[in-house]
């Protein structure tokens, strides 16, 4: 059973944020990845490739309650 897939991306100036969500009980939790990757491609293949850890560091960050504007922020760096 997956979690969650990539639902969105957005571009800013070559950095790529990508928009996830992942399980919270019976709900759903959104949660981005911001990258320095230049297309959204890369940016969604580096997601799936570290699904993992990025799952994992997610799952943390909700469990300390460190949400902004109701949403689970990761960046890469």
Same mark, same amino acid.
């Given at each position: 059973m997956r979690n969650s897939l990539p639902t969105n991306?957005?571009?800013r100036e070559g950095d790529q944020t990508v928009f996830f969500q992942i399980a919270n009980g019976n709900a759903? $939790? &959104?949660c981005s990845l911001k990258t320095?990757?230049?297309t959204q491609? $890369? &940016?969604s293949r580096c997601l799936l490739q570290?699904?993992?850890k990025i799952h994992q560091m997610a799952r943390d960050c909700l469990a300390k309650g460190c949400?902004?504007?109701g949403r689970v922020n990761?960046?890469?760096?």
């Open positions: 991306t957005e571009s759903r $939790q &959104a320095k990757f230049p491609q $890369q &940016a570290n699904w993992n949400l902004e504007e990761l960046v890469m760096i």
